[in-house]
């Protein structure tokens, strides 16, 4: 059986284990887009019979795309792949004419059922063990990826889960950019956030730890729209003794339990992490952070949510110690079992 697939994903990672995900049928072509726009281009050149799509990617979203492909009518069946599992983000995809929705991690099981169920491969197709070769195993053109690529991955995936749990106790979507990861100097990370230096900030904190991990997890949110979210939830929704810190802390809670939690499941590496201690309202972000002076490398991840309806954001950083990386850097080659490489800069 000849098929055309594209495999679009911002992350090289997740391009290159869903293509070793795929079914043993050395018939198959596999191209692959790293955003949206390349994808659309690629489709606009070129006849694809299946396209498999990430949803949350810089530029053109999934979104974006699924609306382009109805507009100009191009055919391709398609299977959103994402760690975006918000039953919201579900229906609007099939909404928009994708052909069913497969949250990450995809593996060669779930993969091959799905193609089964819609008949791309035969009703008696059995997946074979996941040691057997792939469509692509062998292929030179396989992405390859960094550190930096991996855990971003990891984190999208990771994320997905807390913005679903955030969009179930707010009643509203929830946007999910891709993660952020700079390996920086702590004074330096007030200037990736997405606010100006001058918004004021509200903040707290909790410390986490797991084997070989140690690390520390704030949320940001600019101090006037956590007081718009207050109000939305209602005082008496929020059982604290101060409902502006008891809002924070709820968020703050849900977002980092359920992240790391994400991340532990894929990593297999178990987290606990402490209550959370308020950094301060209405400061600035080098202030809340108390960064001026220190030097020390860490690796930071930053995770932007952004509520639909309030319109309010939030900053979910992770910072990982410099002596922790070495542990994430093998557990993430355990998972992705070929990654060798040191951390980007």
Same mark, same amino acid.
């Given at each position: 059986?000849?098929?055309?697939?594209?495999?679009?994903?911002?992350?090289?990672?997740?391009?290159?284990?869903?293509?070793?995900?795929?079914?043993?049928?050395?018939?198959?072509?596999?191209?692959?887009?790293?955003?949206?726009?390349?994808?659309?281009?690629?489709? !606009?050149?070129?006849?694809? #019979?299946?396209?498999? &799509?990430?949803?949350?990617?810089? @530029?053109?979203? +999934?979104?974006? =795309?699924?609306?382009?492909?109805?507009?100009?009518?191009?055919?391709?069946?398609?299977?959103?792949?994402?760690?975006?599992?918000?039953?919201?983000a579900?229906?609007?995809?099939?909404?928009?004419?994708?052909?069913?929705?497969?949250?990450?991690?995809?593996?060669?099981?779930?993969?091959?059922?799905?193609?089964?169920?819609?008949?791309?491969?035969?009703?008696?197709?059995?997946?074979?063990?996941?040691d057997?070769?792939?469509?692509?195993?062998g292929?030179?053109?396989?992405?390859?990826?960094?550190?930096?690529?991996?855990?971003?991955?990891?984190?999208?995936?990771?994320?997905?889960?807390?913005?679903?749990?955030?969009?179930?106790?707010?009643?509203?979507?929830?946007?999910?950019?891709?993660?952020?990861?700079?390996?920086?100097?702590?004074?330096?990370?007030?200037? !990736?956030?997405?606010?100006? #230096?001058?918004?004021? &900030?509200?903040?707290?904190?909790? @410390?986490?730890? +797991?084997?070989? =991990?140690?690390?520390?997890?704030?949320?940001?949110?600019?101090?006037?729209?956590?007081?718009?979210?207050?109000?939305?939830?209602?005082?008496?929704?929020?059982?604290?003794?101060?409902?502006?810190?008891?809002t924070?802390?709820?968020?703050?809670?849900?977002?980092?339990?359920?992240?790391?939690?994400?991340?532990?499941?894929?990593?297999?590496?178990?987290?606990?992490?402490?209550?959370?201690?308020l950094?301060?309202?209405?400061?600035?972000?080098?202030?809340?952070?108390?960064?001026?002076?220190?030097?020390?490398?860490?690796?930071?991840?930053?995770i932007?949510?952004?509520?639909?309806?309030?319109?309010?954001?939030?900053?979910?950083?992770?910072?990982?110690?410099?002596?922790?990386?070495?542990?994430?850097?093998?557990?993430?080659?355990?998972?992705?079992?070929?990654l060798?490489?040191?951390?980007?800069?």
């Amino acid at each position: 059986m000849s098929l055309s697939v594209l495999i679009c994903d911002d992350s090289a990672m997740a391009r290159r284990l869903l293509a070793r995900s795929l079914p043993e049928m050395p018939s198959w072509t596999i191209n692959y887009a790293e955003n949206g726009e390349a994808a659309l281009d690629f489709l !606009s050149e070129h006849s694809v #019979d299946l396209l498999f &799509l990430d949803l949350n990617m810089p @530029g053109l979203t +999934g979104f974006d =795309v699924l609306a382009e492909i109805r507009k100009q009518d191009y055919g391709c069946m398609t299977i959103v792949v994402s760690g975006d599992v918000q039953e919201t983000a579900r229906e609007r995809v099939i909404g928009l004419g994708a052909m069913d929705f497969v949250r990450k991690p995809a593996n060669r099981d779930i993969i091959s059922k799905v193609l089964t169920t819609y008949g791309i491969l035969p009703g008696d197709y059995q997946p074979a063990s996941a040691d057997s070769p792939s469509v692509s195993a062998g292929n030179e053109r396989l992405p390859v990826f960094d550190f930096s690529d991996a855990i971003r991955e990891v984190v999208n995936v990771a994320m997905g889960e807390a913005g679903s749990y955030l969009s179930d106790m707010l009643g509203t979507f929830v946007g999910l950019p891709v993660p952020k990861v700079v390996n920086a100097p702590f004074y330096s990370l007030p200037d !990736s956030l997405p606010w100006d #230096d001058d918004i004021e &900030l509200s903040a707290t904190s909790h @410390g986490f730890k +797991g084997r070989g =991990v140690a690390g520390e997890g704030v949320l940001l949110m600019p101090t006037k729209e956590l007081e718009a979210l207050k109000d939305w939830l209602g005082v008496d929704q929020v059982p604290s003794r101060d409902p502006l810190t008891g809002t924070l802390d709820d968020v703050s809670e849900l977002l980092l339990g359920a992240c790391l939690s994400g991340i532990s499941q894929q990593l297999d590496l178990p987290f606990n992490h402490s209550f959370p201690v308020l950094l301060g309202h209405r400061r600035k972000a080098v202030d809340l952070l108390n960064c001026q002076n220190k030097a020390e490398t860490v690796l930071g991840i930053g995770i932007n949510y952004r509520l639909q309806e309030p319109p309010i954001s939030c900053y979910l950083q992770l910072l990982v110690t410099e002596e922790s990386i070495g542990t994430l850097v093998s557990r993430v080659a355990i998972i992705s079992e070929e990654l060798k490489v040191e951390v980007s800069q």
